[in-house]
């Protein structure tokens, strides 16, 4: 599971040609001077999370990429239900599970909201077809969601079946570091709020994904079905398309 990853940032190397070791023996007077693999993705590192912005010598950049949300359902009926400590462990589990679907297709886990894990492909690695990656990504979430159901409920200790809802959009965000006290680089745009809207629509279980990511996708899915959706805070209904798992 863990090929993926590379003893080098892959980040700093596409951006500044400079190989930073983040691994193996030779990863060691990096990891003195702090530096070490980013908890975003296992191939980028700590420079990379404060210096892109400063790389690309704006404090905001404009990126096309996009942004899955991937939301773990039933998690109020759950902690109701569930020990506090073995909600903790399901959470965990279930981040361990998505967390690698996703870096292998160079996508990053910028954030976890709620119980939603919020991710970004084609920034800062790039991948031209971000798109495709990010559904593929979705459908290893969803499979392994459905397969791990014994084990989510042995973790529990209760029989509430863990769902998962995923949400796609694709499009132009900003990026860039946001907030006074605590800097961290974030994405911001309507196409993180579309990417929330969606994902809130989408059926347990279901991968929904927007018309504009559609349109990349269409050869591998040619005849899903549109579907209208009056989605809160969004005036006019949008089209949604169901990719089948
Ligand atoms: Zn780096």
Redesign the pocket.
Known sequence: MDDFKSVY?K??WQQMKVP?FIRGPISFPFRLMGIRPSRMHPN??T??ESMFTKVKKNKQIEIQATVMFADLRGYTRLSEHADPANIARLLDKFYDECAPAIWKRDGIINKMIGDAVLSIFNFPLERHNHVHQAVMAGIEIQRKCRDMQSEFSAISGVDTPVKIGIGIHTGTASIGEFGTAYKDFTIIGSVVNKASRIQGAAQNGEILISDDAYSSIKGDYPHLEPRAYNLKGIDQPIIAYTVPL
């Open positions: 940032c980040g700093c930073i980028l590192c420079i990379c």
